[in-house]
């Protein structure tokens, strides 16, 4: 440990920070009936799909016709969720969450790109008891 | 719990929970079944990153990154490696393809590692220090080539790319505001969203074509600058460079300004054209006449792409050159030591 501090603190801090050569263009908002803040949020592999948990909530926007963001789907859940991301591949979304109300106190959602409802259906949870 | 992650086969999930501990299950005939769980990082694990079913990297409370590798033997995780830093460590992601590890710390640095490919392990090549408060969340786009920074104690969010030549990563762009969670996918669309309302918002990081210098401002799509007179954009390196494949005796460009020339040709910055290197030419007088002739030394004259001997001021030359160096004499006379000389052998 004593070792990985000296190599820490040896190292040149270096700030690379030339001209910016780029902006961030402002291309549309994703909104939601919840007044609550979103924990997290991630693309799927070909940024078709947005996943963000929140509250007790897994919501699921995906891109209409016209290349705009709409709500796909809203898992409502018993647990505080507090992280999603879909697998490389895009054909699994994980999600999970914790609620110390209940016993266990927390769980991972594992949900599955179904071919024939064209969306992503719960395939399988799992509780466990691990605190927040 | 932190966080939850599926690695890049789709076939492990791995969960760290605010106690510090690591769960773990592993799919097995189409369904997840509990395989491991352990005490991976007291007091408190505030981050965990794995993209192969091989390395698991946690980050935490006590100001460390611990390095986890998966034993199959016993179907576990063994620590492997520890790395102090000097705050909390809020969140660490791996690259997809697992060559950089990034943190974001609590007093605001920013810390990445490439793993070396001789021994494997994560060596740090940068710290960044731009943002002034809490990092709440660092990402990755797929393909490794752009983080982006959740500052959430000073308010912004920041891009940066990685430079091969200065092997890190250099400042691109911010966006000032309430930031908390974000994402960016593989073709640099970011969102971000704030800490005290689920309103997110969408970017799309673009080209200022206007501070391209060789630009004439106007942005083609997302990643592309128009550019002026004899330039020519360059997606490789992101700018308007010079259109070297045009110019006589150029090999390439290795600066937006100026072509690579050929052996014994020079970049001519006055004319923007590869320049015979006179100096170098024998016998010249080490200036050009124009980009491919030289100007000669006394007694002798240009002559395609050297100096040639002047025979016409030889005396009993037929005022023709043999070679470069070398006259054809009239009758009677044969070239010899740089003169034409009378040949004895038939007086």
Redesign the interface.
Same mark, same amino acid.
């Given at each position: 440990?004593l070792r990985?501090?000296i190599?820490?603190a040896s190292?040149l801090?270096?700030?690379?920070?030339?001209?910016?050569? #780029?902006?961030?263009?402002?291309?549309?908002?994703? #909104?939601?009936t919840?007044?609550?803040?979103? #924990?997290?949020?991630?693309?799927n592999?070909?940024?078709s799909c947005?996943a963000?948990a929140?509250d007790f909530n897994i919501e699921i926007h995906c891109k209409n016709a016209n290349g705009s963001?709409e709500l796909h789907r809203n898992f409502t859940t018993l647990y505080k969720m507090?992280?999603?991301?879909f697998?490389?591949?895009s054909?699994?979304l994980?999600?999970?969450?914790?609620n110390p109300q209940r016993v266990p106190a927390?769980i991972?959602y594992?949900f599955g790109y179904s071919n024939t409802t064209l969306g992503f259906e719960l395939q399988?949870n799992?509780t466990?008891d691990?605190?927040? | 719990m932190w966080k939850v992650v599926i690695t890049n086969d789709g076939k492990r999930i791995l969960c760290g929970s605010g106690d510090g501990s690591v769960t773990v299950w592993n799919l097995v005939n189409g369904q997840f079944v509990l395989l491991q769980s352990f005490m991976a990082h007291p007091p408190a694990l505030y981050s965990l990153t794995a993209k192969s079913a091989g390395i698991l990297i946690t980050s935490g409370r006590d100001a460390t990154v611990r390095f986890w590798a998966y034993q199959p033997l016993t179907s576990s995780y063994v620590s492997i490696q520890n790395i102090t830093c000097n705050d909390e460590v809020n969140d660490v992601e791996l690259s997809y393809d697992e060559k950089f590890l990034v943190a974001g710390l609590n007093n605001g640095l920013v810390l990445v590692w490439k793993r070396s490919t001789t021994t494997g392990n994560f060596d740090l090549i940068q710290t960044i220090t731009y943002h002034t408060g809490r990092i709440i969340g660092v990402r990755f786009n797929a393909i490794a080539d752009k983080i982006i920074v959740s500052g959430n104690g000073d308010s912004k969010v920041s891009v940066w790319s990685y430079d091969p030549a200065m092997t890190g990563f250099v400042f691109r762009s911010v966006k000032a505001g309430e930031v908390f969670a974000v994402a960016i996918d593989s073709k640099n669309h970011l969102i971000s969203c704030p800490y005290s309302n689920p309103l997110c918002t969408l970017y799309s990081l673009k080209l200022n074509c206007t501070e391209d210098p060789r630009s004439n401002g106007t942005s083609l799509g997302d990643y592309e600058c128009a550019c002026t007179g004899a330039y020519l954009w360059s997606s490789t390196n992101g700018e308007c460079r010079l259109n070297c494949s045009n110019t006589q005796f150029a090999v390439s460009t290795s600066s937006p300004y100026y072509c690579d020339c050929i052996a014994g040709f020079y970049w001519n910055a006055s004319f923007y054209l590869c320049y015979r290197n006179c100096s170098a030419v024998p016998s010249s007088a080490g200036g050009n006449i124009n980009a491919t002739s030289c100007y000669c030394g006394s007694g002798y004259k240009w002559n395609t792409d050297s100096c040639w001997l002047d025979c016409a001021l030889v005396p009993d030359s037929s005022g023709g050159n043999a070679n470069a160096s070398a006259c054809q004499c009239i009758k009677g006379f044969v070239w010899g030591a740089e003169v034409c000389r009378r040949d004895c052998s038939i007086v």
């Open positions: 440990m990985n501090l190599l820490f190292i801090v270096v700030v690379f920070s030339g001209i910016s050569k #780029d902006y961030l263009s402002n291309t549309g908002t994703l #909104d939601s919840s007044k609550t803040s979103i #924990d997290s949020v991630n693309f592999e070909n940024a947005v963000r929140f963001y507090y992280y999603t991301t697998s490389a591949d054909q699994l994980i999600a999970g969450g914790s927390s991972v594992v399988q799992f466990f691990k605190s927040t | -």
